[in-house]
């Protein structure tokens, strides 16, 4: 019985006059009861009175069913949305200096088409007259070229930079920089007001109506805006079913769509009699669709407004009856197929001047008296009376116990919970005034929301005499439930403390891990601000699901049924009989009683119960199912969660965590198809110069390791077993067969390399450098001779005269270990050994400028011709045969026929330019002639041949091979 | 750079002529004949309430609130200046301050305790109660603070946080809540009555009505030096309450000495106490504004008791008229239920009805009015029946009503009777427009003949009396009507069958 009014209500302090209270205390929602009175039962014994307070604290409460939302449409791609960074108003230059740096066309044509003429770009030839008017751009251009650098463009021109702009600064800008700079300002102090608080969204674009009501199902119908930029209006058919006792909401049927003129703002929708009228509102656009139930929806009247619509709401009494307000400060009724009736205009703010031009308007218990508000408050007006005649329903002061700075975000005739009652929403609090009684709020809650609560919901349990209403903010999407029973035969009385429903910015934390890019990206995308929220109740099974709209279009639902204490029990014995995980440290026996008692708060339990619900589905499987790949860093990261971690892991997960199969399921498409949807991003695809190394690495196709596949997977669990246990996976405990052991090499004899550069190498190896070259080049050749010489007439002297000059000849050569590189260097001289290096040995000639023996330099000359005989064509191709038999045990290279030409190429070049680097080191320090001639045929072809870069694989191929090359250089 | 060089210049020159908005107009609140009494201290005190609201909105701006205040006199300037039509430059809308968001200079200390507040908060908006206790416990080590405003903000914060966890968890006792009382109440001066009177109401709540009673007396007798405004409101309730307490023992008192006749002398001298004590609380509170119903409500019944009429009559008549009260239509309700029980004389009552009438025209009681201005039977006073009637109809609470419904087809039935059907008319003028799709619509019928038969019956007179007889709503009954003749009547046929 709506219509009575409560016998008594409880005792206020009436005070009058602005609000004095400060936002201060952050914790208003909780801990008084208010006020107390006592029912008179008219029973003698105090004992039997009862106490009503104006806060029953534990009030019935409505349990989530899964802890996080889940996704009711396939995301629809959207090119950008907006990040939730805030621009800042102080960051005007630099928007400045990119609109001059990359839009310099629109900054400075108009200039730029005057001073055409004047400007010498040294294209062409000056006309003899215009060489007087006429400026050279050749230091501008250079100028210009520097400004490519962001971080400061001018600074290296400062100077002349300076002159310019002296000269030229207040002539050149399109935009003269003063105005351009303040529109800046003024245009990012709007934006991220807006972003901070976007008041065109105040109603939510999200609307439902109930079509039929069954013991198994509700229908419904939905409607919501769809596209990038909201400008689809849909009318989807919605199933509210119940799966495994879990009610689901589900889309049925194609969506009727009808494109709309602008951004949708709101959609009101009224209450489903014969047929339902929905409204919709855009910018400068309101228009009108009726459905029935059995009919689809049609679009009926369509009116435009000059300011900016702020409010468009359907008629709960009349059908075809709306109002609609404007920035202009004048509400109309609205009948659909008739004119617009203006009931009231306001040129300022109601109360006090808030300056603000924000209007709202609502219905209220009479069909022809409306509620007009603003910021500052709520006013009834009579739209009868020619005259307006108005009464206060709620205004910011300090009757309603406002805080200073607070003010009307919402309001909402509550139609369908208490036909006299009006929720009133604002920063700091939520009001249930009776117009009956105004200016005194019924209800004040503190909804504890950061953010303003500009979408409510509110839901008239009849069963419990509990009314529910829901409060979503934009920004922060929080949903807020709040609940009050009474108001007709009782005074209206707080249930319970708010309650912060899920949303899907926290959502993500429960999903399973992605790639940390595309972590981001969901990241991103999930924190869009709401749009809008709707909630179906069904009462047959009582449940509530409630939907949030998001400003990219996706629509989040999440279902709540009523939390009875003996159901949340079972559910967690149930919960904890899955569990054989007995309570680890940190949980004495009265903890775990306690959990018993009240399950929501068991985080340890609950958190025992994700890893339940994650290891229920095996991640191979699911993964495999939705993402079409496999995605092992996924599953490496679920599974570890095991028995020992899980008890450190629960002081680490506060929320309580329950989602079923089926919900992550949804979420795992519902990503694949966000993923897919945004694939390219042209813009950053070709930010840096890239080689393509598509040859040097041609990929058969066919899988590297020879595993089969029950082999993979068998290696997979072995490795999670491995990790469970924290050792180290070893052959021995897979099933793969031992690896072939390869034999260690046998030590290096450095005695087999009979070439100049290895001995030197080994020699300089033990510390012996300088030894050998000295040696090498004779330095210390004098000091020899006198040592053989003082040998020699030691000798002389034990032997006497007997011995000849040819024998000691002999024996220098059996003394080859005594007499080391020199003698022996003299004494094979005119051997036929191939590997003798004899260009060093010419060079030694030819620095040593010795001619006192003859004998030796004609032999040497006679060496020579034998060399230059060889063509330098022969010698690279034997040493390109050389390479060729080589190259192949390379094992990057292996299974490479296809482009043998190009591999030529290549290794021809890799050759040419080790040689060619090496002999120009060589030609540094000596006189060489023989190589000499080679050198220069050489890089004549190379410079012919060579492609203009080398990848990164020909460079590295040619440092390995720069050691052997090394020792053939003097072929 | 010269470009930035530039714009911070012009961004300068635009901060320093900073146009303020054009300044508002005052507005006078409008008041309506049902509202008179709740605007009559605003005038002056709207300004006020300006110059707050512009502290808080844009602290950029400094000039224009002053304006608002000063202008009142020179509305030709107004007027020549643009309007506030376009949308302003600055903020308009406080978005609330973040208080749990960081601050610049913020120490270790104020950091933890501002996680760990933001922690709590997180929990108990999640009813998670029993984590919320343990990171209170962590809580508490912000008592330590050393500036004064904080610490007292630290206290109001750990006695609301703290009681709510002892109201929610599980585990908690009646002794734990007490002793967490009796601890917040010391812990700062300042929260003590409150404290107090929190505490007595939650042992009202649960049963313990002598130790409330005791919380309150001891809390009267509190004396601390200056107290503020706040304290002062706190002391008046805890004596009201204290009061009907006393009214509550003096009921229970009365009840049981009515029991025994034998006139117990002391029991008496109880009552007498205990209505000494309730009649000096009540009367006090009772002269401040505010909705007092309950307390109305005992202390005229304690009044009544003693035959003081003259004094209980007062009392009312001061809560119905004051204007210094709100519009509460309780007290109105009161009124008319103690002249009806003292037999006063109709005109009395419909007097009070009527003003009951104007500012809740939708009130219950008025079907009361109505059958009292039928039995004068004056024309002009089955003219305001007949307004009181549609003026009932009107709210869409009744529109389901049977016993409305009812009225208003005897209404055109004696109308009709005495051929005054003109007033039908001219109430009938101003709603013809929008009462047939209000009421008579064929999905009314429908839904009223779900809900009962005797209800479609009743509206089906007034229809066919106000909008004619071939309206929607009554051939719809006829439809109905006929739909259910033909049930029946295949029913009754099915039983002679068998």
């Known amino acids: ?971 | 750079m010269i470009t930035n060089g530039c714009m911070l210049k012009s961004f300068k020159v635009t901060e320093e002529k900073g146009n303020p908005l054009p300044p508002q107009r005052e507005k006078k609140p409008k008041t309506s004949p049902c509202v008179l009494r709740c605007g009559t201290a605003y005038g002056n005190l709207l300004a006020m309430d300006d110059i707050s609201a512009e502290w808080m909105t844009s602290p950029v701006r400094d000039c224009g609130s002053d304006n608002d205040v000063s202008n009142d006199d020179d509305d030709e300037d107004d007027e020549e200046e643009e309007p506030i039509r376009k949308r302003s430059k600055w903020p308009d809308l406080p978005i609330p301050a973040p208080w749990y968001g960081e601050t610049s200079k913020e120490t270790g200390f104020h950091r933890s305790s501002r996680l760990c507040l933001n922690q709590i908060r997180e929990c108990l908006l999640e009813h998670r109660w029993q984590e919320a206790a343990e990171y209170l416990i962590s809580y508490f080590q912000t008592l330590e603070e050393i500036s004064t405003p904080r610490q007292l903000l630290a206290t109001e914060i750990i006695f609301r946080l703290g009681s709510e966890i002892l109201h929610q968890h599980p585990n908690s006792k009646l002794e734990d809540v007490n002793h967490f009382f009796d601890l917040m109440k010391n812990t700062g001066v300042r929260g003590y009555l409150k404290i107090s009177l929190e505490h007595s109401f939650h042992l009202l709540l649960t049963g313990n009505f002598d130790d409330a009673v005791r919380q309150l007396t001891t809390a009267e007798s509190w004396r601390y030096g200056k107290q503020s405004a706040v304290q002062a409101d706190k002391m008046k309730l805890i004596h009201a309450y204290r009061g009907f307490l006393s009214y509550l023992s003096w009921i229970s008192k009365k009840g049981s000495s009515s029991e025994d006749d034998d006139g117990d002398v002391s029991a008496i001298q109880e009552m007498h106490t205990y209505f000494r004590q309730a009649c000096i609380s009540l009367q006090e509170i009772l002269k401040l504004p505010g909705v007092w119903d309950p307390f109305v409500v005992g202390y005229v019944n304690m009044l009544e008791f003693y035959n003081d009429h003259e004094g209980a009559l007062n009392v009312l008549k001061e809560y119905a008229y004051d204007s210094r009260f709100p519009p509460n239509p309780n007290a109105h309700v009161y009124l008319y239920r103690f002249l009806k029980r003292q037999g006063s004389t109709e005109k009395k009552q419909i007097r009070v009805l009527k003003i009951l009438g104007a500012l809740v025209p939708s009130h219950e009681l008025m079907l009361e009015l109505f059958s009292l201005l039928l039995e004068s039977g004056t024309e002009q006073s089955l003219k305001e029946a007949l307004d009181v009637l549609f003026n009932l109809l009107d709210d869409c609470s009744w529109k389901h009503s049977v016993a409305a419904w009812t009225c208003f087809r005897n209404m055109i039935k004696l109308l009709r009777r005495k051929k005054l059907k003109h007033l039908l008319e001219e109430g009938w003028e101003t709603r013809k427009d929008w009462w047939p799709a209000f009421h008579f619509r064929t999905y009314h019928a429908r839904a009223d003949f779900q809900l009962s038969r005797q209800l479609l019956l009743m509206k089906v007179v007034v229809a066919s009396t106000l909008v004619g007889n071939k309206c929607m709503y009554c051939r719809r009954k006829n439809e109905l009507e006929n739909e259910r003749e033909a049930r029946r009547m295949i029913k009754t046929h099915k039983k002679r069958k068998r």
């Open chain 1, 1 to 971: 019985m709506d219509s009575k009014f409560p016998d008594q209500l409880f005792p206020v302090f009436y005070y009058t006059g602005p609000p004095k209270k400060k936002a201060d205390c952050p914790v208003h929602a909780w801990g008084l009861h208010g006020h107390v009175y006592g029912n008179d039962s008219g029973s003698a014994e105090v004992a039997d009175w009862s106490f009503l307070a104006q806060r029953k604290v534990n009030g019935p409460t409505w349990a989530p069913v899964e802890s996080i939302v889940a996704p009711l449409l396939p995301p629809k791609s959207v090119n950008k949305w907006s990040s939730r960074h805030l621009p800042s108003a102080m960051d005007f230059p630099k928007h400045m200096q990119n609109f001059y740096l990359y839009k310099s066309e629109d900054a400075f044509s108009t200039m730029n088409h005057l001073l055409e003429d004047h400007f010498d770009f040294g294209s062409g030839e000056l006309k003899e007259c215009m060489k007087k008017t006429t400026v050279s751009m050749k230091n501008m251009e250079r100028f210009m070229s520097s400004a490519k650098f962001i971080k400061c463009p001018l600074k290296p021109f400062e100077k002349r930079a300076s002159l310019y702009n002296n000269l030229l600064g207040d002539v050149i800008h399109d935009i003269p920089p003063g105005l351009l700079g303040e529109l800046l300002y003024e245009e990012l102090t709007l934006q991220r007001e807006e972003k901070q608080f976007n008041e065109v969204a105040t109603g939510g674009a999200l609307g439902f109506f109930l079509i039929s009501t069954s013991n198994t199902s509700q229908e419904g119908c939905l409607v919501y805006p769809r596209k990038a930029a909201l400008n689809s209006l849909n009318f989807h058919k919605v199933v509210v079913e119940f799966q495994e006792n879990i009610p689901r909401p589900k889309f049925m049927n194609k969506p009727i769509n009808y494109g709309v003129n602008g951004t949708i703002r709101q959609v009101s929708v009224g209450p489903m009699e014969e047929s339902v009228y929905v409204g919709v509102r855009t910018d400068y656009n309101c228009g009108v669709w009726v459905a029935t139930s059995a009919q689809k929806p049609q679009p009926l009247d369509v009116v435009n407004t000059q300011e900016r619509a702020t409010c468009l709401t359907v008629s709960p009494h009349m059908p075809g009856e709306l109002l609609v307000a404007s920035e202009s400060g004048v509400a109309y009724l609205w009948t659909v197929g008739r004119s617009l009736q203006k009931f009231r205009e306001e040129e300022g703010n109601l109360y006090f001047n808030a300056k603000s031009p924000w209007r709202w308007c609502d219905f209220s218990a009479h069909p022809r008296v409306m509620l007009y508000a603003d910021r500052t408050g709520l006013e009834l007006s009579d739209i009868r009376s020619k005259e307006t005649c108005s009464h206060t329903v709620f205004r910011i002061g300090a009757t309603s116990g406002c805080k200073s700075g607070e003010r009307v975000i919402l309001s909402r005739y509550l139609c369908n919970v208490n036909t006299h009652h009006h929720l009133v929403t604002t920063q700091h609090s939520a009001y249930i005034m009776d117009e009956r009684f105004p200016c005194l709020p019924m209800i004040k809650w503190d909804h504890m929301m950061a953010s303003p609560p500009m979408f409510a919901q509110a839901v008239g349990t009849a069963s419990q005499h509990q009314n529910t209403v829901i409060l979503g903010s934009q920004s922060s999407q929080e949903l807020t439930l709040l609940q009050y029973s009474g108001g007709n035969a009782v005074a209206a009385q707080v249930l319970g403390a708010p309650q912060k429903l899920s949303c899907p910015m926290k959502s993500l934390a429960d999903l399973p891990v992605q790639i940390p890019h595309r972590q981001k990206n969901v990241q991103e995308r999930l924190t869009v601000p709401a749009a809008g929220i709707a909630s179906i109740y069904y009462d047959k099974e009582e449940s509530l699901c409630v939907l949030q709209l998001s400003e990219v279009g996706d629509i989040f639902y999440q279902t709540l049924r009523p939390a009875s204490q003996d159901s949340l029990q079972a559910a967690h014995k149930e919960m904890l009989n899955e569990d054989s995980v007995t309570e680890q440290s940190g949980s004495s026996p009265q903890e775990s009683q306690e959990s018993v008692n009240n399950p929501r708060t068991n985080i340890v339990s609950q958190s025992k119960c994700k890893i339940v619900s994650q290891s229920d589905c095996p991640p191979e499987t699911s993964d495999a199912r939705i993402h079409g790949i496999n995605e092992p860093c996924v599953n490496m990261i679920l599974n570890p969660l095991t028995e020992q971690e899980d008890v450190s892991l629960s002081k680490d997960i506060p929320r309580p965590a329950k989602v079923s199969k089926a919900t992550l399921l949804k979420w795992k498409s519902w990503l694949n198809v966000l993923r897919n949807g945004q694939r390219s991003t042209p813009r950053y695809s070709q930010l840096h110069w890239t080689l393509k190394t598509k040859d040097h690495f041609t990929f058969d196709g066919k899988p590297r390791d020879i595993l089969g596949k029950d082999q993979i997977t068998s290696l997979r669990n072995n490795m999670r077993e491995v990790m469970e246990k924290k050792s180290v996976l070893t052959c021995g405990a897979t099933s793969l067969s031992p690896p072939e052991v390869l034999p260690t090499p046998h030590p290096v004899d450095t005695q087999s390399w009979g070439d100049d550069l290895s001995q030197r190498l080994s020699v300089s190896w033990e510390g012996g450098w300088k030894d050998w070259w000295e040696e090498k080049l004779g330095l210390n050749r004098e000091k020899r001779i006198e040592e053989l010489r003082r040998k020699r007439r030691r000798l002389k002297r034990t032997r006497g005269p007997r011995v000849a000059l040819s024998g000691s000849f002999t024996t220098s050569a059996s003394y080859q270990s005594d007499l080391d590189g020199w003698s022996s260097a003299v004494s094979d001289f005119g051997g036929q050994d191939p590997d003798l290096d004899s260009s060093t040995f010419s060079g030694y000639l030819s620095t040593q400028e010795d001619s006192a023996e003859p004998e030796r330099t004609g032999r040497v000359l006679q060496h020579e011709p034998k060399g230059s005989k060889l063509s330098s064509e022969e010698k690279s191709n034997v040493t390109l045969s050389r390479n060729k038999a080589k190259m192949p045990k390379d094992p990057s290279q292996e299974g490479n026929p296809k482009a043998p030409k190009q591999l030529k190429q290549d290794y021809m070049s890799a050759l040419f330019s080790s040689q060619e680097e090496v002999v120009d080191a060589g030609t540094e320090g000596t006189d060489f002639f023989f190589p000499m001639s080679l050198s220069s045929q050489v890089s004549s072809i190379s410079n012919s041949q060579r492609k203009p870069s080398l990848g990164p694989f020909s460079q590295s191929s040619q440092s390995s091979k720069q050691g052997k090359k090394r020792a053939r250089m003097g072929f």
